[in-house]
């Protein structure tokens, strides 16, 4: 998603999920008795996570603590103040202040404070892989903390002053970030109570940025298989939105459909990054209206741009559907040849994106490429009046953990992550914009926007799901 005028990007209002499946399983319980209840569609989720979390900790933090020179992070939480990290980081009830506390043991003479044949020992004998990182939680706790089974240690708040001297970190990350919203949690206050507990430490505390930007886009097995399948999910109901079972030419309005996608996320346990689902017009003059109570009526060129959130993974797509006139069994051809010229910039993208040193060496080849093909590049919303050529925005950008994600990004609004590489693994949104005329619109330039979400690998780009290949139809 693109900032834009028909789309809204930063965070969107969370739907209620806790409430939601709160309900969800009191109605099953009560309507269609004890077997349904039996299902635990509560329990499967959290044992999914705690996998993702697992795994995370033994394959993926250590190396991004090493890569960025961190002895030790300390994600700060207080109660009704909660980093954007506590998803990630196992959730656990904050009473009052509270710390999540990573420290990499290497070259640490003891277990640091764990029992000969604790969890972290465990571990590193299992694995082969030399010292680990400890985990411990100071003043959080909870039912499905706990039992996840991934920190090594609980304890209180009050410990962390002792804590942190008997491990004698060198630099100590905090989530303070100048680019990423996701990883700048630390509030001014949580940060001079930080230092004011830590003494002579707190001169030690460094910006965790990079860390946790590395930390969340390095992904696992098991992340990618989740995020691809909130990627159908998103798909399924955004295509169901632009079909006759939600419109009705002539009597439904955009907001309904936005309205009828959010019920979706409502009943299903879903979330979004992003606020009311982008349902658009285009026209010749642009974009009519979005998400209004303007009315579908038949001819339309429909948008729909939003993203699922399911188990701590956002996705952020696209779809486009057109409402047949009276006697019309498919979109005029200026409009589907606009749509093809689109699905040729993609497939050029597609086949350009790769590992890069930097995210920036990749962007330039993907341009380089979309230019050598023959398309015009411009700025953003600012086609030119020539007639003969498609003018094309592109803006692939991470995704993953948020609608426009952690890690390294090819987007022109992430300047940052475009200096950082671009590795195997990073979950990516391959975002468009084409503009091609249409003799149907006196000329005018049809604006087709593509965007579904993939995985970068060794050979390239690999969707996770499958991408928009058609103009829906709505008759």
Not at 197 to 208: E, I, K, N, P, T
Request: a negative charge; charged letters at 25%; proline letters at 4%.
């Amino acid at each position: 998603m693109i900032v834009s005028d028909d789309s809204a990007i930063g965070r969107g209002a969370r739907v209620g999920r806790a409430a939601a499946a709160a309900a969800a399983i009191a109605l099953a319980a009560s309507v269609l008795g004890p077997r349904a209840a039996d299902a635990q569609e509560a329990r499967r989720r959290w044992e999914r996570m705690c996998q993702i979390r697992a795994e995370k900790f033994d394959l993926v933090l250590p190396k991004a603590m090493r890569d960025n020179d961190l002895d030790m992070w300390i994600v700060v939480m207080r109660e009704g103040l909660l980093d954007p990290m506590w998803e990630a980081l196992g959730r656990g009830y904050v009473g009052d202040w509270a710390y999540y506390v990573f420290t990499d043991r290497r070259g640490a003479g003891d277990t640091g404070g764990l029992p000969e044949g604790g969890a972290a020992r465990d571990r590193d004998r299992a694995l082969d892989v030399g010292p680990a990182v400890e985990r411990a939680a100071l003043g959080v706790g909870g039912y499905r903390l706990e039992r996840c089974g991934v920190y090594d240690y609980f304890g209180g708040a009050d410990e962390l002053a002792s804590f942190v001297a008997e491990r004698d970190p060198e630099r100590i990350g905090v989530n303070m970030a100048a680019s990423i919203g996701g990883a700048d949690g630390l509030s001014h206050t949580s940060y001079v109570h930080l230092r004011e507990v830590l003494g002579a430490y707190g001169d030690r505390l460094v910006s965790a940025e990079r860390f946790v930007s590395d930390f969340r886009a390095t992904r696992t097995a098991i992340e990618i298989a989740t995020f691809a399948e909130a990627g159908e999910i998103s798909r399924e109901i955004a295509e169901r939105a632009f079909s006759n079972e939600v419109v009705t030419p002539g009597v439904t309005t955009l907001e309904d459909v936005a309205w009828w996608m959010s019920d979706q996320l409502l009943a299903r346990g879903l979330e979004s990054s992003f606020d009311m689902p982008s349902v658009y017009v285009t026209g010749p003059e642009g974009i009519v209206a979005t998400s209004s109570d303007r009315i579908i009526r038949r001819g339309d060129l429909l948008m729909i741009d939003w993203g699922v959130g399911f188990l701590d993974f956002y996705t952020d797509m696209k779809r486009i559907a057109y409402v047949l006139g009276d006697g019309e069994t498919e979109a005029p051809a200026g409009i589907r040849n606009a749509f093809e010229r689109a699905v040729e910039v993609r497939d050029v993208m597609k086949a350009a994106i790769a590992p890069a040193a930097t995210a920036q060496e990749a962007l330039d080849a993907t341009w380089a490429a979309i230019e050598a093909a023959g398309f015009n590049r411009i700025e953003f919303n600012q086609p030119s009046a020539d007639p003969s050529v498609t003018d094309v925005v592109i803006g692939p950008h991470s995704v993953g953990n948020w609608g426009h994600g952690f890690g390294p990004s090819l987007a022109f609004f992430n300047p940052t992550r475009l200096t950082y590489e671009l590795r195997p693994g990073t979950l990516i949104s391959v975002e468009l914009f084409a503009y091609t005329a249409n003799r149907d619109w006196g000329g005018a330039k049809v604006r087709i926007p593509l965007e579904d979400d993939a995985v970068v690998t060794e050979r390239g780009v690999e969707w996770l799901y499958p991408v928009n290949s058609r103009i829906l139809l709505i008759k």
